[in-house]
């Protein structure tokens, strides 16, 4: 799903920008794997991720950050793909009885029924959807956030001299490599929320943004069942395969998923997919949304 889109191949440099970091990575000519990534801390502050507010404070210092982390994977290009924080993109899945064959009317079909549930104006927002037929209806995923919040993560880019040929939200981006013929349940893990995703025969049936921070697997695993016993409910199948990626691992979280559920426990990046870090940085799953980004 994304955001914003220019004609052009797609780049093989992608870079995230989180609360207090931001993460750079770049891809084989082949797209097979991640060559090369690298990490760089933000001052604190700088970045606050918010559906309505302002989410750039210090725009020069990001900037200065993103360029840093770039400089030594860019080589000559210039292209990236940028990915913004979960929190500043209301994603949903809507169902319609029938859509317009005109893409532009569809926008319009969808910002409708989109305005009364949105916390800020959907006619000063980006909006990105993906439609596809279920049964007699259509089913639609949609991305949406304030024009002005993509554009202040635009501008950091551009500021940094790199040219943001694709903007996607973070778990979107993460969903690239995942497998989506079999119920998987993905849980994205950051420092400020946790991100829940289930996908199913090339479907995503069930996004959810949680305010649960890492500290407490527990509570964690607790707040994630529901929508396990959701998706049995409604779908009447079970989770297959369970992904974990962001600040947690499989490692952290098994002990307490095995629990509740029969399903297998992965990481969301598998090793085959990431080469040599710059940065010193071992750990897989801070990678899974630039990885799914650049290999998707």
Known sequence: MVLRS?????????????PDRVLAARASAQRDFVEVHTARQLPAGAVNPSLTNPNISNPAAVSAVVADALAGLSGRSRDVIAVVPDAAVRTVLLEFDSL????????GVIRFRLKKSLPFDVEKSVLSYHAQPAGTTMKVVVSVALASVVQEYEDVFVQAEYHPGLVLPSTLAALGTVDALRPTLVIKVGERGTTVA????????????????????????DDVYPSLVFFEDQFGASVERILVGGASSARELAPVLSSH?????????????IGS????????GPLAAVVGALLG
């Open 6 to 18: 220019r004609p052009a191949p797609r780049p093989l440099l992608a870079c995230e920008i989180l």
């Open 100 to 107: 317009p064959q005109d893409a532009q009317e569809t926008a």
């Open 198 to 221: 289930i996908v199913d025969q090339q479907e995503l049936r069930l996004f959810r943004t949680l305010d649960i921070a890492p500290t407490d697997p527990s509570k964690l695993v």
């Open 261 to 273: 559920t029969a399903a297998a426990i992965e990481d969301l990046v598998a090793s085959r997919h």
């Open 277 to 284: 870090s710059l940065s010193g940085d071992t750990q897989s």
